[in-house]
């Protein structure tokens, strides 16, 4: 080691000056002494590691202090916490998809805190099935003969195609060979479930005599995907559930199809047109119809499998069943969830609520938020703003939809002499509750659709302490 690396080393803040630092005690009571310890470890190693490798040649022990006060202050809050969604987008699969409302909530907490009949029977007194509790509300809302839930939709597909179809043939038309985000691929699942994918047709269309002809003693399985997050349009085409079903039918196959977002009900909304609900796949003569729990469907994340009874019994016992099983409190919310919708009280599941939404409702919800954000200003002095209600253009989101316009209403907002928009939308990312917004043409963009409960206020209290401090500096 040379002399120069040996003077830097030496230089290197000592741990205990680090711990006497007179903002460590606060962040120890959120972090405790030993992750104290180790942060400023951490960073101790990678300022030696840099040394070492002569990318650090100088060193300055405030920043090397300041660097560990940020990394600590970062790990001293949570992580996973509630934002304000302004972007319009309802099923946001990055802020969580789909929010609960009230009832469903309630429902978590009782199970969360105590013992639960999970998978006890209070009528035998002895070990029951978790599945049990969401199984005849699934059946009652969309006629399936059996149904089971596992941890996600992805899930769902996975099993269904290894307990059914493995070393054995399922054909697909290639205009459904998806990918729903990153790392569902309908042909890397397929592969990795064992099963043998014989794709039919063309990206553009299929014919229902692709299919007759893929079919030979090795096929199990006729497969439907959802293309949830395109479209393709023009010269283009695929084959009716009806008649895919009756091929099945005849040929003695399987019939599953991966409706991704599943709708449990026609809700009435014009962008959602067209959308079969689970229950018309079922009653064209899908065998199984796989649909995740917190897309259109508005609960929790979940994977659910509704159809035959024959079936469902067959992935009932699969080892993969134990892999994916689904969490206590997800299955509480997700029981929840479907009451709502026996009793069609779509009004207390926030998807469905945000996407029937009416304008006029929007509308007056931008009103009110520029009222609110006028005062504001007022109060802390803010004189130059710009703001402006405007219709937008929403999402559904999930990966549903993407061609049909969800029209919404919005605030746009531009304050002059306080930086861009693009800043600024950085600056409201930063609170306790952040909000995430659009930036458009430099201006803010707060769409209306997705506020939850209290949302307004929330966005006004961020304005006023962000300007309440810059006015007093
Ligand atoms: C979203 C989607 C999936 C994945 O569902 P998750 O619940 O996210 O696992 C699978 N298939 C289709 C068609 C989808 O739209």
Redo the contacts with the bound molecule.
């Keep these: 080691m040379n002399d120069e690396v040996q003077r830097l080393l030496k230089q290197i803040p000592s741990m205990d000056l680090l711990l006497g630092q007179p903002w460590v005690p606060p962040l120890e009571a959120e972090l405790g002494r030993e992750a104290i310890k180790a942060l400023f470890g951490e960073v101790m190693n990678e300022i030696r590691a840099g040394i070492r490798s002569d990318s650090v040649r100088v060193l300055n022990a405030s920043h090397i202090i300041e660097e560990a006060r940020r990394r600590m202050e970062m790990r001293a809050h949570p992580s996973l916490i509630r934002v304000v969604n302004a972007t319009g987008v309802v099923i946001h699969t990055n802020m969580g998809r789909s929010c609960l409302g009230d009832a469903t909530v309630g429902a978590i907490m009782p199970v969360a805190f105590g013992y639960s009949t999970l998978e006890y029977s209070l009528e035998t007194g002895s070990r029951g099935h978790r599945n049990a509790h969401v199984e005849w509300l699934l059946c009652q809302l969309t006629g399936a003969e059996a149904a089971l839930v596992v941890n996600?939709?992805?899930?769902a597909?996975l099993l269904c195609l290894a307990a059914l179809a493995r070393e054995r043939g399922v054909v697909i038309s290639r205009g459904e060979l998806?990918e729903?985000g990153g790392s569902?691929r309908i042909p890397d699942i397929m592969d990795f479930s064992g099963a043998q994918m014989v794709e039919v047709g063309t990206t553009n269309r299929t014919h229902l005599w692709d299919y007759e002809q893929a079919i030979d003693e090795k096929t199990e399985m006729l497969l439907k995907?959802?293309p949830?997050n395109f479209k393709i349009q023009g010269f283009c085409g695929s084959v009716p559930r009806a008649e895919l079903s009756t091929l099945a039918r005849e040929r003695g196959l399987i019939f599953m199809e991966?409706l991704?977002?599943g709708m449990l009900v026609d809700i009435g909304v014009p962008a959602l047109s067209g959308e079969p609900t689970v229950r018309e796949c079922l009653e064209a003569g899908v065998d199984l119809v796989t649909f995740?729990g917190?897309?259109m469907l508005g609960g929790p994340?979940i994977?659910c499998i509704a159809g035959s009874a024959e079936l469902i019994n067959k992935l009932r016992k699969h080892p993969f069943m134990r892999t994916m099983r689904v969490d206590k409190l997800c299955l509480a919310a997700f029981e929840a969830t479907l009451r709502l919708y026996l009793l069609g009280d779509y009004d207390n599941i926030p998807t469905l609520k945000m996407l029937r939404a009416s304008s006029e409702e929007l509308r007056e919800r931008a009103f009110t938020l520029e009222r609110r954000l006028r005062t504001a200003f007022k109060k802390c002095g803010v004189r130059s703003f710009e703001m402006d209600i405007v219709p937008v253009e929403d999402a559904v989101g999930?990966?549903a939809f993407p061609e049909t316009p969800l029209l919404g209403w919005g605030l746009r907002l531009r304050l002059p002499g306080r930086g861009s928009a693009a800043k600024l939308a950085e600056k409201l990312r930063v609170p306790p509750v952040p909000i995430i917004c659009g930036v458009q043409d430099d201006r803010l963009v707060f769409h209306v659709r997705t506020f939850c409960v209290a949302d307004v206020t929330r966005i006004r209290d961020v304005f006023l302490s962000l300007f309440e401090r810059t006015e007093e500096a």
């Design positions: 996600n939709n992805a899930g597909v998806v729903i569902f995907v959802h949830s991966d991704g977002s995740s917190d897309k994340q994977g999930g990966g």
